[in-house]
């Protein structure tokens, strides 16, 4: 990770490597915070973070589910980011605002332990590199709705993430798919998924998987382009008969799949997957003035 100059934390700006918390806050140890991934862009007209306002507010209702009475608006938080990059002179880059608990408490119950708050930016490219990528259908399940709010990016979750992304890796896959507790697929340790047949997009509902904002824009893009999307549960052979698969996400962009398991896709990236991505990042980049008002441009 290349380092930046400054990082925000709970209304100041403070140098890198002094943004420090103390070893015993809440949050370090039992996993309870919330956070996003969100993308600023160069365009034609300067730096544009990518629907800012959306990733704040599905961050706010992240912390909602997590009882955190947050101490800075919506509003606040997205001058924040901005200010975080101009003070960083980031023009295409990465941001991670997290809501965490802080030192008070060793109870499970934080509430005596006070809601924190930090943003971060550094460059960074595409989390999963620019070619396909081949993926393992992971052992490891994702985390049941009934058991936590599944759908929210709560800190502990990702240690699902972390345990099926590491064995992927140790396989020789760049990555994994999980499964959801009915055997359906899910999505990918930190990316939606969706498969082309019959150049017809599929992905799998929401209510087991996280609401993506990429995976959101897919699907507002693909049927501006006159393809058919349905949200339908997949199983793995649906996966390993398509047509085209990728995943989407903040950080992944649009990355086609290749290969599931020991089953290879007729093409690396086929052509619709292409079409989208190609488009996707026309509209980051502010190339497209029907989606000008999913930037907010740093002025």
């Given at each position: 990770m290349e380092k930046t100059d400054k990082i925000w934390m709970d209304g100041s700006f403070i140098d890198w490597d002094q943004a420090t918390i103390h070893v015993l806050s809440h949050t370090l140890h039992y996993g309870m915070g919330v956070f996003e991934g969100i993308r600023c862009y160069e365009t034609g007209s300067g730096p544009a973070v990518f629907r800012l306002e959306d990733h704040v507010k599905r961050m706010i209702k992240g912390a909602e589910c997590c009882m955190m009475r947050v101490p800075f608006s919506e509003k606040e938080i997205m001058n924040a980011v901005l200010e975080t990059l101009r003070v960083n002179r980031i023009k295409e880059g990465y941001i991670r605002p997290l809501?965490?608990?802080?030192?008070?408490?060793?109870?499970?119950?934080?509430?005596?332990?006070?809601?924190?708050?930090?943003?971060?930016?550094?460059?960074?490219?595409?989390?999963?590199?620019?070619?396909?990528?081949?993926?393992?259908?992971?052992?490891?399940?994702?985390?049941?709705?009934?058991?936590?709010?599944?759908?929210?990016?709560?800190?502990?979750?990702?240690?699902?993430?972390?345990?099926?992304?590491?064995?992927?890796?140790?396989?020789?896959?760049?990555?994994?798919?999980?499964?959801?507790?009915?055997?359906?697929?899910?999505?990918?340790?930190?990316?939606?998924?969706f498969i082309v047949k019959d150049s017809v997009l599929q992905t799998p509902p929401l209510g087991n998987i996280i609401p993506g904002i990429t995976r959101d824009s897919i699907i507002t893009l693909a049927f501006y382009l006159g393809y058919e999307v349905k949200e339908v549960q997949l199983q793995v052979e649906d996966l390993k008969n398509a047509d085209e698969a990728f995943f989407s996400g903040t950080a992944a962009e649009i990355t086609p799949i290749s290969q599931i398991d020991d089953t290879l896709l007729p093409v690396p990236c086929g052509e619709i997957t292409r079409e989208i991505q190609e488009q996707f990042m026309r509209i980051v980049r502010g190339k497209n003035e029907r989606y000008l008002s999913w930037l907010t441009f740093l002025k």
């Open positions: 809501l965490f608990y802080g030192y008070g408490t060793m109870s499970l119950n934080p509430e005596r332990s006070p809601v924190r708050c930090c943003i971060a930016v550094w460059p960074w490219g595409s989390y999963l590199g620019d070619q396909a990528v081949k993926v393992n259908i992971s052992p490891f399940m994702r985390i049941h709705p009934c058991s936590t709010h599944a759908d929210r990016k709560i800190c502990g979750h990702y240690v699902n993430s972390i345990l099926a992304s590491c064995e992927a890796e140790q396989e020789g896959y760049s990555e994994a798919v999980l499964l959801d507790y009915q055997g359906y697929i899910a999505e990918g340790p930190g990316e939606n998924l």
